[in-house]
């Protein structure tokens, strides 16, 4: 039996994903990161953005530091705390929380796929899942970066026709501000466009 399911999710949380091999840390304190980065000091409105949200927004000049490193650099960034101990597959630009209200950009992480969600949208929709987070205007978002609904749409289509085949579900998930309700017409209208597809 062929499945699509929709998750529309009644929160705000960011997708924790990231490489295969785990953070890159040393393995006996976990304080140390073991391949090139940047360490910036973060500001106790970061560091609460990072406990809430599991994303850091760069200050101006914070940004500008990291687009020396990297031209595709964004703005806003997935966080990790330095305690995370999971698969890491398939993420986007990311830092680690570190003690002492620090914050190491894994330089590797901004490279050009990862930062324009390549690594993101062929692999995962193949293996049967897409994650977004949707705003208020009905924008979608994926790791911070705004996506362009045509290629939401695009997505959710591929995702249908694995279907076929040896895909027997697949699962399509949005996550909405809090407080936004079924009934709201954003989000209505969004999910009757999907459902045509």
């Not at 949380?13 to 360490?39: F, N, Q, S, Y």
Request: aromatic share 12%; glycine share 8%; proline share 5%.
């Amino acid at each position: 039996m062929r499945t699509v399911i929709t998750a529309f999710v009644f929160l705000f949380a960011w997708g924790l994903e990231g490489r295969t091999e785990g953070l890159p840390l040393d393995l006996l304190t976990k304080r140390k990161i073991v391949v090139e980065h940047t360490i910036l000091d973060l500001s106790d409105d970061q560091i609460e953005e990072s406990i809430a949200l599991s994303s850091v927004t760069l200050t101006a000049e914070q940004w500008e530091t990291m687009r020396k490193v990297s031209k595709f650099a964004p703005k806003r960034l997935i966080s990790y705390p330095n305690t995370y101990n999971d698969c890491m597959c398939g993420t986007g630009p990311y830092g680690i929380a570190l003690p002492g209200k620090k914050f190491g950009i894994v330089h590797y992480s901004l490279d050009e796929e990862h930062s324009l969600g390549k690594v993101w949208t062929s692999e995962r929709v193949k293996k049967g899942f897409a994650f977004f987070t949707m705003d208020a205007r009905g924008q979608f978002y994926l790791d911070g970066r705004l996506v362009p609904y045509a290629s939401v749409k695009q997505e959710f289509s591929e995702g249908i026709k694995l279907l076929t085949g040896e895909k027997d579900d697949f699962y399509f998930q949005v996550t909405v501000p809090p407080g936004m309700k079924r009934s709201d017409p954003t989000l209505k209208d969004r999910i009757a466009e999907l459902e045509k597809l």
